[in-house]
Nanobody, 119 residues
Framework: QVELVESGGGLVQAGGSLRLACVAS????????MGWFRQAPGKEREFVAG????????YYGDSAKGRFTISRDDAKNTAYLQMESLKPEDTATYYC????????????WGRGTQVTVSS
């Protein structure tokens, strides 16, 4: 079992930045693919970004390309999502996810952190 705890959400004006962090309670964090998803009220969950174990492969959803950057620090058991040029439509609850089997469906999920972007 892996526990994921997100932090870094908050209220920011349009055009601003936030950095989300996801700390994992596992000794094998470096073996996990990590991902970020988001869900706005009344909408389906949306893939934002993913990073493979070792950080060699990185993927972004269309809404994140060019504005968001995913990274990881295996020494700190932490994955990050740097968000720039935020827009009101980025308002959502952001979730961290992990899978210990690379390339497979995410198995573990955090409880989320709220991001609100005001216009």
């Amino acid at each position: 079992q892996v526990e994921l705890v997100e932090s870094g959400g908050g209220l920011v004006q349009a055009g601003g930045s936030l950095r989300l962090a996801c700390v994992a309670s596992t000794r094998t964090f470096s073996d996990n693919d990590m991902g970020w998803f988001r869900q706005a009220p009344g909408k389906e969950r949306e893939f934002v970004a993913g990073i493979s174990w070792g950080g060699e492969r990185i993927y972004y959803g269309d809404s994140a390309k060019g504005r968001f950057t995913i990274s990881r620090d295996d020494a700190k058991n932490t994955a990050y999502l740097q968000m720039e040029s935020l827009k009101p439509e980025d308002t959502a609850t952001y979730y961290c996810a992990a899978t210990p089997t690379p390339g497979t469906q995410y198995l573990y999920w955090g409880r989320g952190t709220q991001v609100t972007v005001s216009s």
